[in-house]
Every structure is written in structure tokens, then in C-alpha cells.
């Protein structure tokens, strides 16, 4: 009797153990099957962000370029001697600061081409108006070719000298000189 009373439980314990082993193998099974879905679903999300960083990149790197590029030409061209080239000012703000630095360089650079060239200009005249002073003897020569070369050098047509008294004997006439305001 006792025999088969102990036999029982252990059937019903047998029971149990086969659905525990079966409700474990079910649960490795959906374990796997949702691992190997999210292995997919990590790599589709990857795959994505990959791609999007990449669409990312070469945009940005086009709207950085693009600009540069532009300024690079500008600043090729201004070497070659063509001194109206300059900047549109287009891009972020970094490459707009960089071409308004452009801009004003390039204009700085014109005004002192425009100083340099007045200079010249001048030193040119100044150099005339010394040889012709220094071919004459006379004075009243002497002075008529300092008031051309002076009218010459400020643009006027006529230009007024005025002698100094030095020795307190009174200026100086000299006849036929041009002599006006300027």
C-alpha cells in the first residue's frame, strides 16, 4: 500500500518536470527568436544612423566647400592682379567673416595702390619741376618754373608765391609771374 501510495506523488512530480522541461525549451526558443529580432532591428537602426550621418556629412561638407572654394577663387584672382575681384558674402557665419576679412584687405590694398600711386605721381612732378628750376639762372625763371611745377602737382592753373623778406629789404617783384590765389 505504501508503495503505491508513494508512487503517486512521484508520477505527479515526473508530470511537473516535463512541463517545466518543455515550458523551458518554449521559453530558449522565444529567448532566441527575440534576440535574433533585435539583432536585426539593432542592425536596421545602425544602418540607418550610418546613412544619416553620411547624408550629414557630405551636405555639410558642400555647404563648408562650396564657399571656401569661392574665396579661394577670389583670393587667386586678386593674386593675378585682378583688383576688383572680391567676396559674395554667402555661407555661414565663419566663412561671411572670413570674406568681409577678404573684402577689406583687398579694398585697403587698393586704397594703398591708390596712395603709392599719388606718391609716385608727385615725386614724378617734384623731379620736373627740380630739373627745370635747376636749368635756370634767373630769378624771375627760377620762380616762374617753381609756380608751374607746384600748379602741376596741386592741379590749380594758378599759383600764388610769396618771397620772404629775409634781409629787410622788402620782397621781391618779379615781372610776368603768375601769381594768384589757389
Known sequence: IYLA?????????DAVSAW???????????VRQLRTGGLIVLAV????????????????????????AALVEVLETLRAGDTAARVDLD?????????????????????LRAVQAE???LRDQVHDT?????GE????????????????????????????DVAGLGPIAVP???IAAV
Not at 5 to 13: F, I, K, M, Q, V
Not at 20 to 30: G, K, P, S
Request: hydrophobic share 45%; no cysteine.
Open 5 to 13: 501510495d508513494a508512487r503517486g506523488p512521484l508520477r505527479a512530480n
Open 20 to 30: 517545466i522541461n518543455t515550458e523551458r525549451t518554449a521559453a530558449r526558443a522565444d
Open 45 to 68: 537602426l545602425t544602418a540607418i544612423a550610418v546613412a544619416a550621418a553620411a547624408i550629414g556629412s557630405v551636405r555639410t561638407m558642400r555647404w563648408v566647400q562650396r564657399p571656401l
Open 91 to 111: 555661407g555661414g557665419d565663419e566663412v561671411q567673416r572670413v570674406g568681409k576679412a577678404v573684402n577689406a584687405l583687398a579694398d585697403e590694398s587698393d586704397r
Open 119 to 121: 606718391i609716385d605721381r
Open 130 to 134: 627740380h630739373q627745370a628750376i635747376r
Open 137 to 164: 639762372l634767373e630769378p624771375d625763371r627760377v620762380l616762374q618754373a617753381a609756380a608751374d611745377g607746384l600748379g602741376r602737382m596741386l592741379g590749380v592753373q594758378r599759383v600764388w608765391i610769396r618771397e620772404l
Open 176 to 178: 610776368g609771374l603768375r
